[in-house]
């Protein structure tokens, strides 16, 4: 019932075909990857792996690094991860023939509208997979462990710089857990930056951007920075700074402080740290007893409702939106001050939508989608017949007005960033789409579940998706005043005007709050388009399964064996679900963060307390409130 506008998204109504990428691959020269036939199969290990990333990332990263698709071709974990269901992995190390992503090239399924690989991509790749899809150095590998007292120790740094009266408002955010993890490159990392600013401007209200500052050496390590700070006052959060940070807070699974029992050397670095944080802060009345909010937590978290919701103070129902943006949609359609456009098959449902634009006081965009059975009367969903719809009191083209279900708003926020908000047909604002009519099989939410904002701007990450109007020489009315009023609104040019208009501010703005951290070294003068999107991207890459390193670095330990000898010998650890990791398994990220009965110490907390760790709940509106 409620998807995104019409484009290129990968938002299918169910039932969804979760077998068939759109891995888009073809033909680069042979002089830049330097290979010919004849040496072809007796490169060494790493020149294969590169000639083999050189195709990936020549003619697939536009559509697949981090983008609204289940395959990522620039990541180990996605081309080989089991896609269950007894479906061929994209990658079966060792075996092409039991690899989908081969199968698909080989027969010249893919690349998608482009011209097939050579025979000898096609060796390439082929020779690639058979000798177990090693992948070359991205540069996780030569990243120094970052442990926590390092992230204290650059805190307290920056607090102490901070002038006494301005020190309540600041916050920090940090990425060491996720720069902890070999597995993600430093490209991902650039991107995790961009997009945390990205998500924090998404969330203001203020007319001016989110400058994130960058507390940490940002150069030594090849990525943007990893810990950063943020001023309250500048995202605009209508004075409620404090309350909002503690939705935030109480929302956050990760919330901990180290203790002075244990003795060891990080350990009471870390704590002494913590210590002159406390102080600083108290000075002035204030401290919430959490020094920093994982960054790539609050991404995943604060871009997805409720958190969405609260933080950009979405209404509960469109009439009140409307009256919040400055404009009525059923004035602006009898007074034709709208404009119109409608496709019969979008890219993103089976059904037509419609989709109109309203000037209001920043510019918003209404989609009108349609179930397949309307519930009053199944030809209202027919948008040639009934062009002129919504329903409402005293319409004057009653007769020609369409059935809608529900739909999307896309908004310009004061920045020029958008908003979203997702209602039902009778205009109340929903959470997400009902997962009986719309599924996102990329599960960029973490499920097929289309949520509001998470799911909405990873299909929309370049603004507007351009569509071409269908109606307005296709419509089936013939009476002069259906006709004229179908003139009136459905205007073909002025359409694709704002579109294009809307697509070029927005990628100003974009690159203005994302450029300083992916526009970088070899990619200074990269299109801002051309990068994948950065809040898609930190969503992916948080909620993943977690392995032993991975539970291990969040855990501030730099050697998994740590961890594993202290679950063979710890049965608390072992009563958390923990057991799996000495032996190769996972932990889901929503069992490491989920909190227990009467909403108390999530597992993360629990584990990090047996490694001397104390965790930090949420505390009372007084204790958050200044002084």
């Not at 949609?329 to 939508?353: I, K, M, T, Y």
């Not at 300083?516 to 930190?538: A, L």
């Not at 009467?598 to 930090?616: D, L, M, T, Y």
Request: hydrophobic share 40%; net charge negative; with cysteine.
């Amino acid at each position: 019932m409620v998807r995104s506008l019409n484009g290129e998204c990968d938002i299918q109504r169910v039932p969804v075909v979760l077998a068939l990428p759109f891995l888009v691959v073809a033909t680069i020269f042979n002089s830049v990857m330097g290979i010919t036939q004849a040496n072809a199969t007796t490169r060494s290990v790493p020149d294969l792996a590169d000639a083999a990333m050189a195709i990936f990332d020549q003619r697939c990263s536009s559509c697949h690094d981090g983008q609204n698709h289940p395959l990522d071709t620039s990541d180990a974990e996605s081309m080989t991860a089991d896609r269950g269901d007894n479906r061929d992995r994209f990658i079966e190390p060792g075996s092409a023939d039991a690899s989908y992503l081969w199968t698909l090239i080989e027969n010249d399924v893919m690349p998608k509208d482009s011209e097939p690989l050579t025979s000898l991509e096609k060796q390439t790749i082929h020779d690639w997979i058979q000798d177990g899809a090693r992948f070359p150095d991205f540069g996780g590998d030569d990243r120094a462990f970052v442990r926590e007292a390092d992230v204290l120790r650059l805190i307290e740094t920056h607090l102490s710089t901070v002038d006494a009266e301005d020190r309540e408002f600041i916050r920090y955010f940090s990425l060491h857990t996720l720069a902890n993890n070999r597995g993600v490159t430093n490209e991902k990392l650039r991107l995790a930056a961009a997009g945390l600013a990205k998500a924090l401007n998404s969330l203001s209200r203020q007319r001016s951007l989110i400058e994130l500052a960058v507390i940490d050496d940002d150069d030594s390590e090849g990525h943007a920075g990893l810990v950063f700070a943020l001023d309250l006052r500048d995202i605009g959060w209508d004075r409620n700074y404090f309350q909002k940070w503690e939705r935030v807070l109480a929302a956050y699974p990760y919330g901990s402080k180290p203790s002075h029992r244990g003795g060891q050397v990080q350990q009471v670095a870390a704590r002494r740290h913590f210590d002159a944080i406390k102080r600083y802060y108290d000075a002035d009345g204030f401290f919430d007893g959490i020094a920093y909010v994982r960054a790539d937590w609050f991404v995943a978290n604060a871009m997805r409702p409720p958190l969405y919701h609260d933080l950009l103070e979405i209404p509960d129902t469109l009439a009140t939106f409307e009256s919040e943006e400055g404009f009525d949609h059923h004035r602006d359609f009898l007074r034709n001050e709208l404009v119109r456009g409608g496709v019969l098959l979008s890219n993103v449902s089976a059904q037509p939508r419609v989709i109109d634009y309203h000037a209001a006081d920043r510019g918003v965009w209404m989609s009108y989608d349609f179930l397949g059975q309307p519930e009053r009367d199944p030809e209202r969903g027919d948008i040639t017949r009934f062009p002129l719809g919504p329903q409402f009191e005293s319409h004057p083209n009653a007769s020609a007005a369409f059935e809608h279900a529900g739909g999307e708003i896309i908004f310009t926020l004061p920045n020029g960033l958008h908003g979203y908000m997702l209602v039902d047909g009778v205009g109340d604002r929903i959470d997400a789409g009902p997962i009986d009519i719309v599924a996102d099989r990329s599960m960029i939410s973490g499920t097929p579940e289309i949520v509001n904002g998470l799911s909405c701007i990873s299909c929309h990450r370049h603004g507007m998706i351009d569509f071409e109007d269908q109606i307005s020489n296709g419509h089936a009315q013939t009476t002069q005043r259906e006709v004229l009023k179908i003139q009136g609104i459905y205007r073909p040019k002025e359409l694709q005007r704002r579109l294009a208009t809307q697509r070029r501010d927005y990628l100003q703005t974009l690159e203005r709050v994302i450029g300083p951290f992916v526009q970088r070294d070899d990619d200074v003068d990269k299109p801002i388009e051309s990068f994948p999107e950065p809040i898609t991207t930190v969503a992916r890459l948080y909620q993943r399964d977690l392995d032993a390193s991975q539970v291990a670095a969040e855990l501030n330990l730099d050697d998994p064996d740590q961890l594993n000898a202290m679950i063979d010998v710890q049965t608390s650890l072992v009563a958390l679900g923990m057991g799996v990791l000495p032996n190769g398994g996972a932990i889901k990220r929503l069992h490491w963060e989920a909190r227990g009965r009467n909403n108390r110490e999530s597992k993360f907390q629990q584990a990090a307390h047996v490694f001397g760790s104390i965790p930090v709940s949420r505390l009372s509106s007084q204790q958050l409130s200044p002084q």
